[in-house]
């Protein structure tokens, strides 16, 4: 069973609104947790990294929010543009080492429409 | 520009032979990664290496094989006891395990 499970599988938004993306993961023990952006037909860029102390990061448009207790993420990007027409990926570090076992959601397809 | 850059975009080949995908990087990043991705699952790692002369199976080891002669490349060949070898596969590195990964562009394989 994966251990990170990202939802809804892909979302279609109309340019300039807004939208959530949830993570929600069962590895344990936590070390951080990524969002990354990936383009059709390209890797995947990081968008932002946050530990266990942490509730909220943002780069640019994306805010990512951290709810360690519940082991929820959310990844919300505001006033959507075309370039946001990705595929969003939530990554989990579990283990106590430096080399901690990354986990990959299976990604958020979202389109963004004129 | 520092960056990572895999060869070729894509590559076919006939079923029964080997083929080794290209993974260079200039960001002085001591750990190197390579991931495969197939559709509507996350990314599963094939091998890592921490230091040059040094690597470790991920989850999906069996059919592959690397080699870290050089601190900035890192090759994978697929052969032919991979018995689904079509895929999207990502080469990435990272400072250290704890750090953000940097991915290259990726190679899409065919086997036929």
């Known amino acids: 069973k994966n251990q990170v499970e990202q939802s809804p599988q892909s979302l279609i938004i109309l340019e300039g609104k807004n939208c959530t993306l949830q993570?929600?993961?069962?590895?344990?023990?936590?070390?951080?947790l990524r969002w990354y952006k990936q383009d059709t037909g390209r890797g995947p860029v990081s968008l932002t990294i946050?530990?266990?102390?942490?509730n909220t990061k943002s780069n640019g448009r994306y805010t990512a929010t951290l709810d360690a207790d519940t082991k929820q993420s959310s990844l919300h990007i505001t006033a959507s543009q075309l370039s946001d027409s990705a595929s969003y990926i939530c990554?989990?570090?579990?283990?106590?080492?430096?080399?901690?076992?990354?986990?990959f959601g299976a990604g958020t397809q979202v389109v963004v429409t004129p | 520009d520092g960056g990572i850059t895999q060869s070729p975009k894509y590559l076919f080949r006939k079923e029964g032979q080997n083929v080794t995908l290209s993974c260079e990087q200039n960001?002085?990043?001591?750990?190197m990664y390579w991931y495969r991705q197939d559709p509507g699952q996350g990314l599963r790692l094939i091998y890592y290496?921490?230091?040059?002369?040094?690597?470790q199976k991920g989850d999906i080891a069996e059919g592959y094989s690397v080699s870290r002669e050089k601190k900035e490349s890192f090759p994978l060949t697929v052969t032919s006891a991979q018995k689904n070898p079509t895929a999207f596969y990502l080469c990435?590195?990272?400072?250290?395990?704890?750090?953000?990964?940097?991915f290259g562009n990726g190679t899409r394989l065919t086997v036929t």
């Open positions: 990435a590195s990272s400072i250290d395990g704890r750090q953000p990964l940097h």
């Open positions: 993570c929600n993961y069962t590895v344990s023990p936590f070390s951080n």
């Open positions: 946050m530990t266990f102390s942490e």
């Open positions: 990554v989990v570090s579990g283990g106590t080492d430096s080399w901690g076992k990354l986990q």
């Open positions: 960001l002085n990043h001591d750990a």
């Open positions: 290496s921490q230091i040059v002369n040094d690597f």
